[in-house]
């Protein structure tokens, strides 16, 4: 079943610019870019956010360039180095639109992946990731599910059974655990309990974690009730550069992958190449190499990071952070060489600190690297509690860069 | 007990076979002709919101024969489990199909193999109709290596990929959407094909059955929803379970049919019905009135819910393999003799089957480790050093003789081991998820070096 059209990357400039790019974390309004090309581009009108001071290219992001110091983590004034002339190749776009693209490309590519979710057909998706994939594919390949998480993730794993390669979107990923059976039984063992017959080329994927006051039900973080699920994989895009690579990666991907995107990082935006490329699932991202202190996180705390990395900087500290990406399995060649050269670790995550992604990391790091670290890991979490509705409480549950630049001097001590 | 109607044509040729049978040497096997026989059910269907299917149903003496030689099969298996259970080579739990070998053998003659079948964890006779072997289900049932899943699923999870037996489900309930999921990929491809979701009574009242049959009519999927009403689920009895036990009735404007469930050309006739009827308009729910011998699983007696005489009385008027036997021998398609020699073919080939089920090894320990993950793509993350990792598995092969449970202690050992020999290097725990199969052959000579 050859694919009949072949996805060129030159579409992609047909980009909706319907929405206006706005960052979540800018208290600065912008202006919506009207011109899309890549050879113009406006300065200091809108905000970039970045991974780095440019673009990855090769899919082995070690990032061995040259220092440069991410003075922009999040939403401050645009950057004022010569690297974002115009004639920068790539496009930008923001990261619900890198996935989109991730899917698009990959649908294209391959006539057995599929979309199944509540509101991604005709809607064009609540985070509008799927938006105008049903008007192109049709309504057997995009398709608009009632609300039902247990049977459709089921439906996903029965087709996925057979060959096809469903993607299923959790409009919020906390409505996946109606469908924790599902994903834990029938996706993440089936493979093991045939004997290897059947492989589930599943991915399932959708925002989760602490958004604005969106109340405790709805913010949920669900990567660590699936972590122990043998047999699936997880990964947290952080990027509309890493979005669009573990996008395609997962769909490629022969293992169940679930993706997990955060609600507040829908509107990153970046400028990511032209070619086809994808991620490593199973690699962790450079960001920022150091010397002092390991820092490792993923997912919206990377930006939190990021912010208090500046600070950092400036108080004298040289942190490296890691974006470890793959929550299950944890890359920890990459981070076990970062320990070995820094022998200080710090995990910032968003997870809660029962149980969570940071749990499972130090016991990996405590077990495998104890001799390497000159302290004992430490390790910042959201509190042990529902997400509060009320503003100030809910930035109080997650961790916020004053305390990450607290915990990093604590630790070079 | 005048079962059934002759056809003129079908006495004529049965008193011709008569001379022959007779004639013929006792060591022929009975494989009978295909010569059209009509048979009636032993009850009318009841349907809901369609057309019942005819009574009358084709078939032939050779159907006849193979129905009865596959259901012996799958009773002597069934009890023949039930003493290796007893005799602990079978543990944990064991599901038995005996007195429902209809449904197996029945809807199997209606379809092909590219017809998908799902079904929950009382999945034996299933596996063996969709064309498994006997070793294979005993091997697995013992935990051996040539099981069907490698000894890694145990009773509740046979599967046959190249025949479209998808299964073999513990989580009861779950199995109905996967096997919408299946009519959905066959709807998506275009096959032509259907796909039969099987499930009990008990898990009649689950929530995901409706979520999916909502779904399949939404989209018009052929999926055959299967209702296997053995009137008990686990150890509690319909009518306390269901307010309305009318299992067939329950999909609303979802058509149903109510079958003898021990009439195994009941269920064939039904089954080529439902086919034809979803893959023209979608779903279709079919009720099979069965009944289970057993209890639930080997751990439940049977007899603390329902008494020893309603079990024997089943046994005696509505044993599949009792109807399928008077229907031959009225017919004259073969003689009582022919039919005790075909049972004592069927013992001699379980008892072969499990012998040689008992020589086949338990799985290696590594096995512990392959078929977590599918190969990825072609980027594996080996743990904190890949050296360390390939040595630890190189060193597991030769620990081979571990047992499993004992492995992880050996692991740990083993992980001290390696720091103290192999200098620097830093012992590792496996992390779960980084082992990946065959992904470390290449990696030996690294580890060697």
Known sequence: MAATFHGVGATVAALSSSSSPSNSFGSKKLLSSPSRSFSVRKRASFTVVRSDGSVNFDLNSKGRRAQQLIANAVATKADSSPASSSSKPGHELLLFEALREGLEEEMERDPCVCVMGEDVGHYGGSYKVTKGLATKFGDLRVLDTPIAENSFTGMGIGAAMTGLRPVVEGMNMGFLLLAFNQISNNCGMLHYTSGGQFTIPIVIRGPGGVGRQLGAEHSQRLESYFQSIPGIQMVACSTPYNAKGLMKAAIRSENPVILFEHVLLYNLKERIPDEDYICNLEEAEMVRPGEHVTILTYSRMRYHVMQAAKTLVNKGYDPEVIDIRSLKPFDLYTIGNSVKKTHRVLIVEECMRTGGIGASLTAAITENFNDYLDAPVMCLSSQDVPTPYAGTLEEWTVVQPAQIVTAVEQLCQ | ?????????????????????????????????????????????????????????????????????????????????????????????????????????????????????????????????????????????????????????????????????????????????????????????????????????????????????????????????????????????????????????????????????????????????????????????????????????????????????????????????????????????????????????????????????????????????????????????????????????????????????????????????????????????????????????TKKEEACA
């Open chain 2, 1 to 441: 007990m005048a079962l059934s109607h002759l056809a003129a044509s079908a006495s004529r040729s049965s008193s011709l076979l008569k001379p022959l049978s007779s004639a013929l040497s006792l060591r022929r096997s009975i494989s009978g002709d295909n010569s059209p026989l009509t048979v009636e059910t032993s009850v009318p269907f009841t349907s809901h919101q369609c057309e019942a299917p005819s009574r009358s149903v084709e078939t032939n003496p050779k159907e006849l024969l193979t129905f009865f030689r596959d259901m012996a099969l799958m009773r002597r298996m069934e009890i023949a489990a039930d003493s290796l259970y007893k005799a602990k080579l079978i543990r944990g739990f064991c599901h038995l199909y005996d007195g429902q070998e209809a449904v197996a053998v029945g809807m199997e003659a209606a379809i092909t193999k590219k017809d998908c079948i799902i079904t929950a964890y009382r999945d034996h006779c299933t596996f063996v109709s969709r064309g498994g072997t006997l070793l294979e289900v005993f091997a697995e049932l013992m935990g051996r290596q040539a099981g069907c899943s490698k000894g890694k699923g145990g009773s509740m999870h046979f599967y046959k990929k190249d025949s479209n037996f998808y299964g073999g489900h513990g989580i009861v309930g779950a199995q109905v959407p996967l096997g919408c999921g299946l009519a959905f990929a066959q709807k998506y491809s275009k096959d032509e094909t259907v796909t039969f979701a099987l499930y009990g009574d008990g898990a009649a009242n689950q929530g995901q059955l409706f979520e999916a049959l909502n779904i399949s009519a939404l989209w018009d999927l052929p999926a055959i929803l299967v209702c296997e009403n053995n009137h008990y689920g686990m150890g509690t009895a319909e009518w306390r379970a269901a307010k309305s036990p009318a299992y067939y009735k329950r999909g609303d404007y979802v058509p149903g049919l109510k079958v003898d469930g021990m009439d195994a050309l009941a269920v064939k006739q039904a089954c080529k019905f439902a086919k034809e009827h979803a893959l023209k308009n979608g779903p279709i729910i079919l009720e099979m009135d069965t009944y289970r011998y057993h209890g639930h699983s080997m751990s439940d007696p049977g007899s603390t819910y329902r008494t020893r005489d309603e079990i024997s009385g089943v046994r005696q008027e509505r044993d599949p393999i009792e109807r399928i036997r008077k229907l031959i021998l009225s017919h004259d398609l073969a003689t009582e003799k022919e039919l005790k020699d075909v049972e004592k073919e069927v013992r001699k080939e379980v008892d072969d089957a499990i012998a040689q089920a008992k020589e086949s090894p338990m799985p290696e320990p590594s096995e512990l480790f392959t078929n977590v993950y599918a190969k990825g793509l072609g980027v594996e993350s080996f743990g904190a050093d890949r050296k360390e990792v390939a040595f630890l598995r190189e060193a597991m092969h030769d620990y081979s003789f571990l047992q499993m449970e004992k492995s992880f202690y050996a692991l740990s050992f083993i992980a001290q081991r390696s720091h103290s020999s192999v200098g620097t290097a830093h012992p590792v725990l496996i992390y779960p998820g980084l082992y990946w199969e065959d992904s470390f052959s």
